[in-house]
């Protein structure tokens, strides 16, 4: 009597959430450039062969870590207050815990920025989900009364910025962001 796979009997959507969390794990412990298809595969229990039934690319399956990773942070994103302040706040509250709880995620997107100054596909993929985040935070100051133009742009660049570099060092996020958080205040105040 033959023993069924039990990878065979998931469903496809969960055949593919597999392969897309084990690419992630990949590139979160050995970089973008330890990705290997093979080894994502077999992590997430199917045959090698069959991982392009899911991603005809490499490309695609990128794509879908990216996805992957940027959900996380829809998924977190706080309630909105009243009021610019207060939503910038919870915003800055949610990406320095973020930081400290999630240090892979940060770690993957590193990576996946790091490679996309070499790869115009990854950086046309960061672009599009990056866009995304600057819409939403600049739409969510502005439904809250910050000032629009310029300098609410020129804030989003700078969570943006801030964000990523405070990624190397998880264990400063909440007090860094506590100052930024400060410093556009105070500097939205004097408008």
């Known amino acids: 009597m033959a023993v069924a796979d039990p990878a065979r009997q998931r469903p496809a959507q969960d055949r593919r959430q597999a392969l897309v969390e084990a690419a992630f794990d990949r590139i979160a412990e050995k970089g973008f450039e330890g990705?290997?298809?093979?080894?994502?595969?077999?992590?997430?229990?199917?045959?090698?062969?069959?991982?392009?039934?899911?991603?005809?690319?490499?490309?695609?399956?990128?794509?879908?870590?990216?996805?992957h990773a940027t959900g996380q942070f829809w998924m977190a994103a706080p309630p909105e207050r009243a009021g610019a302040a207060s939503t910038l706040e919870d915003h800055?509250?949610?990406?320095?815990?973020?930081?400290?709880?999630?240090?892979?995620?940060?770690?993957?997107?590193?990576?996946?920025?790091?490679?996309?100054?070499?790869?115009?596909?990854?950086?046309a993929i960061l672009d599009n989900r990056e866009a995304g985040w600057r819409t939403a935070l600049a739409?969510?100051?502005?439904?809250?009364?910050?000032?629009?133009?310029?300098?609410?742009?020129?804030?989003?660049?700078?969570?943006?910025?801030?964000?990523?570099?405070?990624?190397?060092?998880?264990?400063?996020?909440?007090?860094?962001?506590?100052?930024?958080?400060?410093?556009?205040?105070?500097q939205g105040a004097r408008r």
């Open 139 to 186: 739409a969510r100051l502005q439904r809250s009364g910050w000032p629009d133009g310029p300098d609410a742009a020129t804030s989003v660049e700078l969570v943006i910025a801030v964000a990523k570099g405070v990624s190397l060092t998880p264990q400063r996020a909440v007090e860094v962001f506590g100052l930024l958080h400060q410093l556009l205040t105070r």
């Open 35 to 67: 990705l290997r298809l093979r080894e994502v595969a077999t992590a997430a229990g199917i045959d090698h062969s069959t991982l392009h039934h899911y991603f005809a690319t490499k490309q695609d399956l990128i794509a879908a870590v990216v996805d």
């Open 92 to 123: 800055l509250t949610m990406l320095g815990r973020m930081i400290q709880q999630r240090p892979a995620l940060f770690a993957v997107l590193r990576e996946l920025d790091l490679r996309g100054t070499r790869d115009p596909a990854v950086r």
